[in-house]
Nanobody, 127 residues
Framework: QVQLVESGGGLVQPGGSLRLSCAASGNIFSIVAMGWYRQAPGTERRLVAVMPSGGSTNYADSVKGRFTVSRDNANDAVYLQMNSLKPEDTAVYYC?????????????????????WGQGTQVNVSS
């Protein structure tokens, strides 16, 4: 089974910074994309940033210029550097990976890439 484990959330004052980390583990054959979503109370889960394995990184307009997503492909990890945080950034942040699982014998599991989610990490921006 593939698992995504996040870390790095917490409480920060407006204007501050936080760095979120997420590591994928399990029988991973290939990763199509990794990124971050967030969900504030009473709202839907929304894209923050996604970094495909080939292609351009995509950011939500609300975080452009403040957040930076990066990946460590050797360790199947993704990071989110969040600067100039605002109260409206308060949410549960979820790591996401679109990937194909392996069979454990060097082949890809049938069915195509699937979405996997981390457990979520709370980010609170408040004075």
């Amino acid at each position: 089974q593939v698992q995504l484990v996040e870390s790095g959330g917490g409480l920060v004052q407006p204007g501050g910074s936080l760095r979120l980390s997420c590591a994928a583990s399990g029988n991973i054959f290939s990763i199509v994309a990794m990124g971050w979503y967030r969900q504030a109370p009473g709202t839907e889960r929304r894209l923050v940033a996604v970094m495909p394995s080939g292609g351009s990184t995509n950011y939500a307009d609300s975080v452009k210029g403040r957040f930076t997503v990066s990946r460590d492909n050797a360790n199947d990890a993704v990071y989110l550097q969040m600067n100039s945080l605002k109260p409206e950034d308060t949410a549960v942040y979820y790591c996401n990976a679109l990937l194909s699982e392996g069979t454990g014998r060097g082949a890809v599991r049938p069915g195509g890439p699937r979405n996997y989610w981390g457990q979520g990490t709370q980010v609170n921006v408040s004075s």
